[in-house]
């Protein structure tokens, strides 16, 4: 029996992924598809005016964009600019934001190639997706 308890304790512990190699898939442009509360859908986005930039730099410091896509394929940038550092805390990863005028802290969920999920200190989780510009070619 304690042997039973064990294993299961030890696959559940490996199943959280490690945060040092989610930090590599936070890079990048992301585009939110859904907002819950309490596991509660509050609203999906089906087309959006903006997308996210993330850029984290050797030293684990990096920034949040917001960005307007063009249809030339180039981007419209606000000023705005969210610094952040990256902190690993009991086997979560957290987005420090360090502006003059905001501090705040953000939980990222899950990280990979296909999805970035971060959790708002209020509680509100974001669901994002890459963003993949229109191919307006066709």
């Known amino acids: 029996m304690k042997k039973t308890l064990l294993v299961i304790v030890l696959l ?21 598809e859904s907002v819950y509360k309490d596991n509660q859908l509050l609203r999906t986005f089906k087309i959006n005016s903006g997308i996210d930039y993330f ?7 990096g920034f949040r964009k917001k960005l307007k896509p063009n249809f030339s394929g180039t981007f419209q940038t606000s000023k705005d600019v969210l610094n ?23 939980e990222v969920l899950e990280a990979n190639k296909e999805k970035l ?8 989780v974001y669901n994002y997706k890459p963003y993949e510009a229109l191919d307006l070619s066709q």
């Open 12 to 32: 559940a512990m490996g199943c959280k992924s490690n945060p040092n190699k989610q930090i590599e898939f936070i890079k990048g442009y992301w585009e939110i």
């Open 55 to 61: 850029k984290i730099n050797a030293d684990l410091k």
């Open 84 to 106: 952040f550092k990256i902190e690993i805390q009991n086997n979560g990863l957290f987005l420090n934001y360090i502006d003059n005028d905001t501090s705040f802290r953000e």
């Open 117 to 124: 999920v971060i959790k708002s200190n209020s509680g509100l």
